[in-house]
T-cell receptor, first 114, second 110 residues
Framework: DGGITQSPKYLFRKEGQNVTLSCEQN?????MYWYRQDPGQGLRLIYY???????QKGDIAEGYSVSREKKESFPLTVTSAQKNPTAFYLC?????????????FGAGTRLSVL | DQQVKQNSPSLSVQEGRISILNCDYT??????FLWYKKYPAEGPTFLIS?????DKNEDGRFTVFLNKSAKHLSLHIVPSQPGDSAVYFC?????????FGKGTSLLVTP
């Protein structure tokens, strides 16, 4: 079955620690995205990647980093510089970034601070 | 600044009736609009979309209407079913990513 897999489902971060959220897709999509959702809020874009070895900052990139070494994978690192990391993180992918692109989402990772 | 707005945080509708979810946007450069449905602790699921060159798109029980002059779109669900209870997000394509509204929580009661 094609889809997007995010792991882990739940993650806890200690003060000053970096944590990495995994996102893998087998849809053969070129574009991948990371969003953050806070309670009562919409999805806010953290980073996106149109193609392997290329990525761009979204609206709230501070305190986060990404890599895109393989087409299938787009991991997100929440660094210690992110002072308010508690949120629901969603990874998405789309065939391209053209007009009308439909993004498909993973099931999400809920990150909490210990 | 929120470019896509869903001004009703919640909506309750009886089973069998019509559900109407509304969405307003401010950026006239948006040329494609999408609706997503989301259950708690899950990722959003694509529901239906509409291009800015159209004013209506229908898929089964779901119809999206676009009024470009008013910068307004709406999602109609007819008839509403209890399984439709979820949060619905409106999103607009700005060329590189999607801009999402804050969502409307729909509750369909038996």
């Amino acid at each position: 079955d094609g889809g997007i897999t995010q792991s882990p489902k739940y993650l806890f971060r200690k003060e000053g620690q970096n944590v990495t959220l995994s996102c893998e897709q087998n849809l053969n999509h070129d574009a991948m995205y990371w969003y953050r959702q806070d309670p009562g809020q919409g999805l806010r874009l953290i980073y996106y990647s149109q193609i392997v070895n290329d990525f761009q900052k979204g609206d709230i990139a501070e305190g986060y980093s990404v890599s895109r070494e393989k087409k299938e994978s787009f991991p997100l690192t929440v660094t210690s510089a992110q002072k308010n990391p508690t949120a629901f993180y969603l990874c998405a992918s789309s065939y391209d970034m053209g007009r009308g692109n439909i993004q498909y989402f993973g099931a999400g990772t809920r990150l909490s601070v210990l | 600044d929120q470019q896509v707005k869903q001004n009703s945080p919640s909506l309750s509708v009886q089973e069998g009736r019509i559900s109407i979810l509304n969405c307003d946007y401010t950026n006239s450069m948006f040329d494609y609009f999408l609706w997503y449905k989301k259950y708690p602790a899950e990722g959003p699921t694509f529901l239906i979309s509409i291009s800015s060159i159209k004013d209506k798109n229908e898929d089964g029980r779901f119809t999206v209407f676009l009024n470009k002059s008013a910068k307004h779109l709406s999602l109609h669900i007819v008839p509403s079913q209890p399984g439709d209870s979820a949060v619905y997000f409106c999103a607009a394509n700005s060329g590189y990513a999607l801009n999402f509204g804050k969502g409307t929580s729909l509750l369909v009661t038996p």
